[in-house]
């Protein structure tokens, strides 16, 4: 009798019992739940993997991994979460994803064990981590009783990364439990039209509170596109979803040791924005789309926002201008005319924290009427909102250039980063409009019983907002040096580039930040 196994080889190394092994986990939850997820028109996760990462470079790690219960190992192949690195534009990165196929993604002691294993070497070596999530949550039994509590207990070691590496969770199925808490804890979110993020399923809400509740209604991309500000970006499929994934990477470093990475730029350094009177009205009264301003601002199809969907007033976006990533706020006037509101404070400080613990420059933009005031924003601890905003934007120490477009009012010229906001440089076009109110508004407060008293009270209040208005124009704050440069709006690029380049310092490396904001909480 041979001892030579299928391939030849001696059958006592164990080799044909490895391939044997190996084949099984291979075959994940069986062909009957493959075609269920293929006729849901999604990907397995071994799918999924194969098309985020570059071509043949997956090294899985865990792949003989099973539930530790017994009679278990053949239902659990690789413990229904499938682990490793491979590298995502010649860039090594750890990724880990949910096999919904074994025992609905749900997750064991042994698979959730080897994905925070995965993702906290990937930490100490400095590489960014992907999570692909389609998961129901915890596994029963591993998790009842005492030990099964404590030993599912959340591992402390991910929220406490300190962003240290960058952390891209993705939400393409049906997810609850393991899943949300690691997007609550990534630095970008993308959600699958079709998914749902939520704490607990409908069956589980129901025992619980006896409310009932579809999955759209408990965590719909719509809801946290739209509502709660959790998700950073929205893909119309799976495709879609692994190419955002890919794209933001390309914006971060592989770690906070590192800058982000720069590219060439075709585009010339001194190039005047000749557009850029097409864009913007010079009547502060009239809006614009402020995103047509940052496309032209920006180095040519490299505008990528964040939570676009999420209270439009605030525009948040990746982009590079001369081949470096920057990150953009900026007010835009056709939303609330630029008014902003509590969605807009929270996404800046989600932002800045952001762009502050990779070394991303910020590029202010303003134009705006103040911040939205009334009940609601009240409800919302509109104060708090502002006074965070301040204080991560006070914390922040990447280099920031601001620039007054036209109007900049009240507080939100304080939060968008005006005077004494310790920038590198305020810019200002000779349209700003600076003061703590419109004069069409001021000059009620102002002058309102005078104004009534007046022989022609029409005529007296004209000429009262002519004389307020001129105060509010550029000339007084930089004749006071408070504007570092008035600048011609077609030179706006250019000045942008120049001051970036001088933050750089002398040696070319003082564009790092101290990460005073590392550990602030990823989402607000």
Not at 1 to 13: A, H
Not at 14 to 36: C, F, N, P, W
Not at 278 to 288: E, L, S
Not at 296 to 309: F, R
Request: with cysteine.
């Amino acid at each position: 009798m041979s001892e030579n196994g299928d391939d030849g080889v001696d059958s006592r190394y164990g080799v044909a019992e490895l391939a044997r092994r190996r084949r099984q986990a291979l075959a994940m939850g069986g062909e009957a739940k493959l075609a269920r997820q293929r006729d849901k028109g999604r990907l397995n996760a071994r799918q999924r993997i194969d098309a985020l990462l570059d071509a043949d470079s997956f090294d899985e790690y865990g792949l003989l991994a099973v539930g530790e219960w017994p009679g278990m190992e053949a239902k659990t192949p690789a413990d229904g979460k499938i682990t490793g690195f491979g590298s995502i534009n010649t860039r090594t990165v750890a990724v880990g994803a949910d096999d919904v196929t074994v025992l609905a993604g749900a997750g064991g002691y042994v698979g959730t064990n080897k994905t925070g294993k995965l993702f906290g070497y990937a930490k100490d070596k400095g590489y960014p981590c992907v999570y692909l999530g389609d998961a129901g949550g915890a596994r029963v039994p591993d998790i009842m009783g005492s030990t099964g509590m404590m030993r599912l207990s959340y591992p402390s070691e991910l929220p406490a990364r300190n962003r240290a590496v960058p952390m891209i969770t993705a939400i393409m199925g049906d997810c609850f439990g393991g899943p949300t808490w690691y997007a609550s804890i990534s630095d970008i979110v993308v959600q699958v039209k079709g998914s749902v993020m939520a704490v607990g399923g409908t069956a589980i809400l129901e025992v619980a509170t006896g409310e009932t509740s579809s999955h759209a209604e408990l965590g719909s991309w719509e809801m946290h596109a739209r509502q709660t500000g959790l998700v950073d970006l929205v893909a119309d499929d799976e495709p879609h979803c692994l190419a955002l994934i890919r794209r933001v990477l390309d914006y971060l470093p592989a770690n906070a040791a590192q800058l982000p990475p720069r590219i060439a730029c075709a585009e010339p350094a001194t190039a005047l924005l000749d557009g850029v009177f097409d864009i913007v009205p010079a009547d502060r009264k009239q809006a614009y789309d402020m995103h047509d301003l940052l496309a032209l601002i920006a180095d040519m199809d490299s505008l990528l926002e964040l939570k676009p969907y999420y209270d439009g007033s605030l525009i948040t976006a990746l982009a590079r201008i001369d081949g470096r990533v920057v990150g953009f706020l900026a007010n835009n006037p056709m939303v609330t005319a630029g008014a902003m509101g509590p969605g807009a404070c929270e996404k800046a400080v989600s932002f800045i924290c952001l762009c502050d613990a990779y070394h991303i420059p910020l590029v202010f933009l303003h134009d705006t009427p103040g911040f939205l005031v009334g009940r609601a924003a009240e409800e919302r601890k509109m104060p708090n909102r502002i006074m965070q905003f301040i204080e991560c934007l006070a914390q922040s120490t990447v280099p920031r250039v601001s620039i007054v477009v036209r109007k900049s009012y009240g507080m939100a010229h304080c939060n968008m980063s005006g005077g004494r906001a310790n920038n590198d440089v305020l810019l200002a076009w000779p349209t700003a409009d600076i003061s703590f109110m419109a004069p069409e508004v001021a000059v009620n407060v102002a002058f309102g019983r005078k104004l009534q008293q007046a022989e022609d009270p029409e005529l007296a209040r004209e000429e009262a907002v002519a004389a307020l208005a001129e105060g509010t124009a550029p000339w007084s704050a930089a004749g006071r040096n408070l504007i570092d440069k008035v600048i011609d709006p077609r030179d706006t690029r250019r000045e942008i580039i120049q001051a970036l380049r001088r933050a750089d310092g002398g040696d070319g490396q003082q564009g790092f930040s101290r990460r005073q904001l590392a550990n602030w909480p990823y989402k607000i």
